[in-house]
C-alpha cells in the first residue's frame, strides 16, 4: 500500500506563489512518474505537470514559464513551485504517481484570489 501526503496548498493573491510538496512512503517499488494534476469546479480532472525518474517533464501549456516540477526521488518526494499564480488556477491540485501501479494523493486546495 502507497499512502502519499500532500502540503502546500492555500489561499495567495494573484501574482503570488506557492510550492506543493507530496511525499509518498509504504511499499513502493520503482517510482517513475511523479506528477500533479488539479480539478477545478466543474471541470474534469487535468495534467499540470510530471516528471520521470530521469528529469524529463512535461506542463500543461497553461502553466509553462510559471510553474515547475522537481523530485526528490531518494524522499520520493514530488514539488511544485507555483509562481506568477492567476486565479484560473484555482483548484484541488492531486499528487499523482506510478510505478507497477498508479496511485492518487487526497487532494489540496489552492485558492487564487484578491
Known amino acids: 500500500q502507497v499512502q502519499l501526503v500532500e502540503s502546500g496548498g492555500g489561499l495567495v493573491q494573484p501574482g503570488g506563489s506557492l510550492r506543493l510538496s507530496c511525499a509518498a512512503s509504504?511499499?513502493?517499488?520503482?517510482?517513475?512518474?511523479m506528477g500533479w494534476y488539479r480539478q477545478a469546479p466543474g471541470k474534469q480532472r487535468e495534467l499540470v505537470a510530471v516528471?520521470?525518474?530521469?528529469?524529463?517533464?512535461n506542463y500543461a501549456d497553461s502553466v509553462k514559464g510559471r510553474f515547475s516540477i522537481s523530485r526528490d526521488s531518494a524522499k520520493n518526494t514530488v514539488f511544485l513551485q507555483m509562481n506568477i499564480l492567476k486565479p484560473e488556477d484555482t483548484a484541488v491540485y492531486y499528487c499523482?504517481?506510478?510505478?507497477?501501479?498508479?496511485?492518487w494523493g487526497q487532494g489540496t486546495q489552492v485558492t487564487v484570489s484578491s
Open positions: 499523482y504517481v506510478r510505478g507497477p501501479a498508479g496511485y
Open positions: 516528471i520521470s525518474s530521469g528529469g524529463m517533464t
Open positions: 509504504g511499499t513502493i517499488f520503482s517510482i517513475n512518474i
